[in-house]
């Protein structure tokens, strides 16, 4: 059994900045591939952003270029830096573990929705004000 704990939620400023971070038990980090996913109230589940475990990193375009994934295989965390944040950051972000891609699958495969994740986080709120 895989825990993700999220936690660097909370509220900030258009223009302002958040890191989130996602503390994985076992071997998670190095073993599947992570990811960020949020829910916006009313919206879909969408993948914001994923690093598999051969180090491709990908992101979802309204995210890209602001954004940043990377991990702390030491520490067993994810993090998500999150700048420029916009009023539609606004969302419960979630991590994810996907621990077997098919081949041909990779970080883009794993934000694009069409695969089963194994293992959730609670969810940590991001408020953006404008």
């Known amino acids: 059994q895989v825990h993700l704990v999220e936690s660097g939620g909370g509220s900030a400023q258009a223009g302002g900045s958040l890191r989130l971070s996602c503390l994985a038990s076992?071997?998670?980090?190095?073993?599947?591939?992570m990811a960020w996913f949020r829910q916006a109230p009313g919206k879909k589940l969408e993948g914001v952003s994923a690093?598999?475990?051969?180090?491709?990193?990908a992101y979802s375009d309204s995210v890209k270029g602001r954004f940043t994934i990377s991990k702390d295989s030491a520490k067993k965390t994810l993090y998500l830096q999150m700048n420029n944040l916009k009023p539609e950051d606004t969302a419960m972000y979630y991590c994810a573990a996907v621990w077997a891609l098919n081949d041909g699958e990779d970080a883009r495969t794993v934000i694009g929705g069409t695969l089963s994740v194994d293992y959730w986080g609670k969810g940590t709120l991001v408020t953006i004000s404008s």
């Open positions: 690093l598999d475990i051969d180090g491709i990193v």
């Open positions: 076992e071997r998670a980090l190095d073993s599947a591939s």
